[in-house]
């Protein structure tokens, strides 16, 4: 099965020849700026024998660390980079869950849960700091929200506006980030917004470290 299709090939080629070295390092050297992922985790509250599904797992760190936090969960990731998926085969490996964990190559803006995973959907979905770089984003935290089983809950953390801090910070950080293909999504509230009323369900959007990162919880 295509679980990548034409229109996404160029995408996944360009993340897999940025990531294919930079893999190596990439978590040594993200851990000083991707703020409030940890947060995110302790946030999931994932019920015992629950699903977790990571979109944008990249090297597994995240879903590695969600492993250990709950010991009983079933754990799920995708990655559109063949490269970073094979960080993250290591990663959760190292972490002991490559048991209870399933990986797959796939589009987060197009993929079906059944037929990647064998599951209709998940009680906690959670998005971090991918979003900025899908370019499909709004199709993807659309699709991501409509995995999420009734009961369960989308999780986001990723860049904000940093509107809270000054204007040089701000350049200097997104000018620094669009060399890595990184746009923080400034309508992310209003979408989530958007997507809340139209499904009926209850929305928290949080400014995190002054805007430089942005939250967003939805749930069913």
């Not at 991707?34 to 995110?40: N, P, T």
């Not at 969600?66 to 085969?89: N, T």
């Not at 999420?148 to 809950?153: H, L, M, N, R």
């Not at 997507?195 to 959007?205: I, K, N, P």
Request: hydrophobic share 45%.
């Amino acid at each position: 099965m295509d679980r990548i299709g034409a229109a996404s090939d160029r995408h996944a080629r360009a993340m897999d020849a940025q990531y294919a070295l930079q893999r190596h390092i990439y978590d040594i050297t993200r851990k000083y700026y991707l703020l409030g992922r940890d947060r995110l985790i302790r946030d999931l509250a994932v019920p015992a024998g629950g699903s977790v599904l990571e979109i944008g797992v990249g090297t597994g760190r995240n879903l590695a660390l969600v492993a250990r936090h709950y010991p009983q969960a079933r754990l799920f990731g995708l990655d559109i980079s063949a490269e970073m998926l094979k960080s993250a085969q290591r990663n959760i490996a190292h972490a002991g869950a490559h048991s209870r964990t399933l990986l797959e190559r796939a589009d987060a803006a197009r993929f079906d849960p059944q037929a990647l995973f064998g599951e209709p959907g998940f009680d906690r979905v959670y998005i971090s700091y991918s979003l900025s770089m899908i370019p499909q984003w709004e199709a993807a935290l659309a699709q991501a929200l409509s995995v999420v089983e009734p009961g369960g809950s989308l999780h986001i953390v990723d860049f904000g506006q940093q509107e809270r801090l000054s204007g040089w910070f701000r350049a200097a950080l997104q000018g620094w980030l669009g060399r890595f293909h990184v746009t923080p999504r400034e309508p992310l509230f209003a979408v989530a917004h958007g997507l809340a009323a139209t499904y009926g369900v209850d929305l928290s959007c949080r400014a995190l470290y002054r805007g430089y990162a942005w939250s967003v919880t939805i749930r069913r």
